[in-house]
């Protein structure tokens, strides 16, 4: 029911900065936990950051904890990632999801808990 759009990905240098979006073309975000998930080329994918439906619990992947930022917007129904300090590890398709079946983000998320997934947005970090 859920349909959800990632933007705001590109080719940045090593330090840099981008930030994603991730929005709800149809349906709703106000009431679900929303994350942020990265797959990597011949890598499995990741959990990368997570928020609950009114921005008062976040968690975060430890590779990118004091880097990531995620918040919400509920009036626009959109979630951002905003990512400093970019490392060639970094370099992946970034994926926005949706979970209606938490209100307390963390403490282990889990790809299974998620029902709604956006198309990806390619993120490339130069050395």
């Known amino acids: 029911q859920v349909q959800l759009v990632e933007s705001g990905g590109g080719l940045v240098q090593a330090g840099g900065s981008l930030r994603l979006s991730c929005s709800a073309s149809?349906?709703?975000?106000?009431?679900?936990?929303t994350g942020w998930f990265r797959q990597a080329p011949g890598k499995q994918r990741e959990f990368v950051a997570e928020?609950?439906?009114?921005?008062?619990?976040?968690y975060y992947a430890d590779s990118v904890k004091g880097r990531f930022t995620i918040s919400r917007v509920n009036v626009k129904n959109t979630v951002y990632l905003q990512m400093n300090s970019l490392k060639p590890e970094d370099t992946a398709v970034y994926y926005c999801?949706?979970?209606?079946?938490?209100?307390?983000?963390?403490?282990?998320?889990?790809?299974?808990?998620?029902?709604?997934w956006g198309q990806g947005t390619q993120v490339t970090v130069s050395s």
């Open positions: 999801a949706a979970d209606p079946s938490r209100i307390v983000a963390g403490p282990a998320p889990s790809e299974r808990n998620y029902d709604y």
């Open positions: 149809r349906g709703t975000l106000s009431f679900y936990i």
């Open positions: 928020i609950n439906w009114n921005g008062a619990s976040t």
